[in-house]
C-alpha cells in the first residue's frame, strides 16, 4: 500500500489534461475514458446525487455556497471543486472536511489499478483530473452522501463530472470567453457547451444572460423538456469593512432582513444569490431546507482565495481571477475597496488564456508589476509576461519565484500600499505558503 507521498506523487505524475493537446489532436476531449474507468470502479457515482455547476467564473464560490446551505440543513454534503492550490485533498470534502490522508490513499490505488488495465487495452490512461474525480466519487460513495454538489472542470459536455446521470439541479453561472480553442470564439458556442450538463427531464438555474446566450440554454431546455429557472439576484448591495458584506434577496420569506456573507466583491453576492435560487429550487424538489438555514449556510462559508486579504499594512490581498471576466472584476473590486489608489501586482498566468486583453484591465491602476511564473506546464515564463507590459508602456519586473516577487514588492511598499497576487490558482496557493512563512501575523 502507498504512503500519502507516494500517492501525491503517483497522482502528479499522471499526464495533465492540456488543451493545446486536444487542440494538436493528442488527447481526446470526449468521456470515453471516465466513463471506462469507472465502469471499472462499479461507477460510484451513479449511487448518488448531485448538484452540477457550469460557467465560466463563480463555479467555485457558488458550489461552495450551496455546500454550505446544504451542510447547515443536516445533509451530509460532498463538495468536489477544482483546481486545488497545494493537496490534492483540498478538492474532496464532505462537510467541509477534506478528505483524509489515509482515505485519498486507499481511493487513489483502487483508481491507479484500473487505471493500469485501462493503459496495457488501449496505451494511454485517464488523465490527473478524470482519476482525482473517479476517487471522489468513490468516497462520497463510500461515505453515503445524501448529496454531492459538483463544479466543472472545463466546458461542461465533456468534461469528466458530465458522467452523472440527471442531477437534482444543474446551475449555470456566467459566461465568457475562456478556453476559446476549445470551446468556440463566440459566447453562443461556448454556452453550447456548457450547456452539455443539461439532461432529459432536468432542473436548470441560470445565472443572468444576455439574449442570444440565453436562447441558447432556452433551447437546449426545450429539447431536453428541462425546466428552466431564470436567477433572481439581490438588490441594496451594502458593502461593509473587510469582513464581508449584506444584502437584501427579493423574495417575500427572505426580504426581510439582510443577508451577511463573509466573502468580499459584489460578484460574491451575485454568487451567494445564485445559491439561495438553488436551495429553494431544492426546497422544492422535497429537501427540507428552511430560511434560517440558508442565511447562516451563506454567513458560514470559507472561501480561500478570492479577493482575500491577508495582511494589513501594507494590504497583501491575493485573488484567483485567471480570464478577462475574472480580472474585469478583481480591478473593479479594488477600485470600490481602495478608490484613487494604484496597486502594486504580482502575477502569473497560463499561456493558452488569451493574457494579453485579459491583463490590460490592470494597467490603469498599477503602481508597479512584478511578473512570475505558475508551477504548471502550461504556465507563461515570467520573462515573457514581463515583456508584454513593457511593450504596453509599463515596465514590469520579472521575478525567479513567487517568494522573490513577494520580497521585492514588499521591501518597496509602504503600510498604505495595495499588494495584489493574481492569475493562476497556482500562483496563489505558492504565494500563501510563502506569506505564511514570511508574515507570522498573517490573517
Known amino acids: 500500500m502507498m504512503n500519502y507521498l507516494e500517492s501525491t506523487s503517483y497522482l502528479h505524475s499522471v499526464p495533465r489534461f492540456l488543451p493545446r493537446d486536444i487542440v494538436n489532436g493528442k488527447t481526446k476531449f470526449d468521456l470515453d475514458m471516465i466513463t471506462n474507468l469507472l465502469e471499472r470502479l462499479h461507477n460510484p457515482q451513479d449511487g448518488l446525487k448531485f448538484v452540477h455547476v457550469a460557467g465560466t467564473n463563480g463555479k467555485g464560490s457558488t458550489v461552495t455556497f450551496i455546500s454550505s446551505i446544504l451542510k447547515e440543513s443536516g445533509l451530509k454534503t460532498g463538495t468536489f471543486t477544482s483546481p486545488f492550490?497545494?493537496?490534492?485533498?483540498?478538492?474532496?470534502?464532505?462537510?467541509?472536511?477534506?478528505?483524509?490522508?489515509?482515505?485519498?490513499?486507499?481511493?487513489?490505488e483502487k483508481v491507479k489499478e484500473a487505471s493500469e488495465y485501462i493503459i496495457e487495452e488501449d496505451g494511454r490512461g485517464p488523465s490527473q483530473f478524470e482519476q482525482l474525480c473517479a476517487c471522489a466519487f468513490l468516497y462520497f460513495a463510500e461515505n453515503k452522501c445524501d448529496i454531492v454538489v459538483l463544479e466543472v472542470g472545463l466546458g461542461g459536455r465533456y468534461d469528466a463530472t458530465n458522467v452523472i446521470k440527471t442531477p437534482e439541479l444543474a446551475v449555470i453561472m456566467t459566461i465568457s470567453l475562456d478556453h476559446t480553442e476549445i470551446l468556440g470564439d463566440a459566447l453562443e458556442k461556448i454556452a453550447y457547451e456548457k450547456a452539455g450538463i443539461i439532461k432529459k427531464r432536468g432542473k436548470v438555474l441560470l445565472y443572468p444572460q444576455?439574449?442570444?446566450?440565453?436562447?441558447?440554454?432556452?433551447?437546449?431546455?426545450?429539447?431536453?423538456?428541462?425546466?428552466?429557472?431564470?436567477?433572481?439576484?439581490?438588490?441594496?448591495?451594502?458593502?461593509?469593512?473587510?469582513?464581508?458584506?449584506?444584502?437584501?434577496?427579493p423574495t417575500k420569506s427572505m426580504r426581510q432582513n439582510a443577508i451577511f456573507i463573509p466573502l468580499l466583491g459584489e460578484y460574491q453576492a451575485q454568487n451567494a444569490a445564485m445559491a439561495i435560487n438553488a436551495a429553494i429550487i431544492l426546497r422544492e424538489n422535497g429537501y427540507c431546507i428552511t430560511d434560517e438555514q440558508i442565511k447562516n449556510g451563506l454567513a458560514n462559508v470559507k472561501w480561500p482565495g478570492r479577493f482575500e486579504v491577508l495582511h494589513d499594512f501594507p494590504k497583501i490581498l491575493v485573488d484567483g481571477s485567471h480570464n478577462e471576466e475574472g480580472v474585469e472584476m478583481l480591478c473593479t473590486n479594488l477600485k470600490q475597496y481602495f478608490p484613487?489608489?494604484?496597486?502594486?501586482?504580482?502575477?502569473?498566468?497560463?499561456?493558452?488564456?488569451?493574457y494579453k486583453k485579459m491583463l490590460m484591465n490592470i494597467l490603469p491602476i498599477a503602481k508597479e508589476i512584478y511578473t512570475v511564473t505558475p508551477r504548471n506546464p502550461r504556465a507563461l515564463p515570467a520573462c515573457k509576461l514581463a515583456k508584454f507590459f513593457g511593450e504596453e508602456g509599463y515596465p514590469a519586473v520579472a521575478c525567479d519565484s513567487i517568494k522573490l516577487a513577494i520580497e521585492v514588492a514588499q521591501k518597496g511598499a509602504t503600510e498604505e500600499d495595495i499588494i495584489c497576487i493574481f492569475g493562476s490558482l497556482y500562483v496563489i496557493g505558492e504565494a500563501k505558503n510563502v506569506l505564511k512563512k514570511l508574515l507570522p501575523n498573517l490573517k
Open 210 to 249: 444576455s439574449q442570444k446566450v440565453y436562447e441558447v440554454f432556452e433551447s437546449v431546455c426545450e429539447e431536453l423538456d428541462a425546466a428552466l429557472y431564470n436567477a433572481v439576484m439581490p438588490v441594496k448591495l451594502s458593502r461593509l469593512d473587510f469582513s464581508g458584506q449584506t444584502f437584501v434577496f
Open 340 to 354: 484613487q489608489k494604484k496597486v502594486i501586482f504580482i502575477v502569473g498566468v497560463l499561456s493558452d488564456k488569451a
Open 85 to 108: 492550490f497545494n493537496e490534492p485533498t483540498e478538492s474532496i470534502k464532505i462537510n467541509n472536511i477534506e478528505i483524509s490522508r489515509s482515505d485519498f490513499v486507499k481511493n487513489i
